[in-house]
């Protein structure tokens, strides 16, 4: 299942034009969650696994739905300053530089 996330973060990457600067999607390409969700619970039904078999259209709706969800939970918070935002992109990326 891991193998399988792996593949479907990097062909999301790829479809994006992965450089050296782009390797993984960013954590504002929510897009890129669902399918890995769905990647993975296939995974776990093609391994038998997985205590729920749904289709790949189930798992996308389940997923986006959950996923969108949790999105608009964390902006309410921040909007009431319950928790702080995220530092903006290129302070992140200056702080962590090797």
């Known amino acids: 299942m ?13 479809e994006g034009g992965i450089s050296e600067d782009y390797i993984v999607p960013t954590m504002e390409e929510w897009e890129v969650y669902p399918r890995e969700a769905v990647a993975c619970a296939l995974e776990a039904i093609r391994q038998g696994v997985a205590r729920v078999k749904l289709s790949r259209e189930e798992l ?17 918070l921040i909007k009431a300053g319950l928790i ?15």
């Open 2 to 14: 891991c193998v399988a996330a792996a593949k479907a973060i990097a062909e999301f990457a790829e």
């Open 60 to 76: 996308w709706d389940r997923a986006v739905t959950i996923i969108k969800e949790a999105r608009e939970s964390l902006e309410a």
């Open 84 to 98: 702080k935002p995220p530092p903006p992109e290129e302070e992140i990326l200056t702080t962590y530089k090797p």
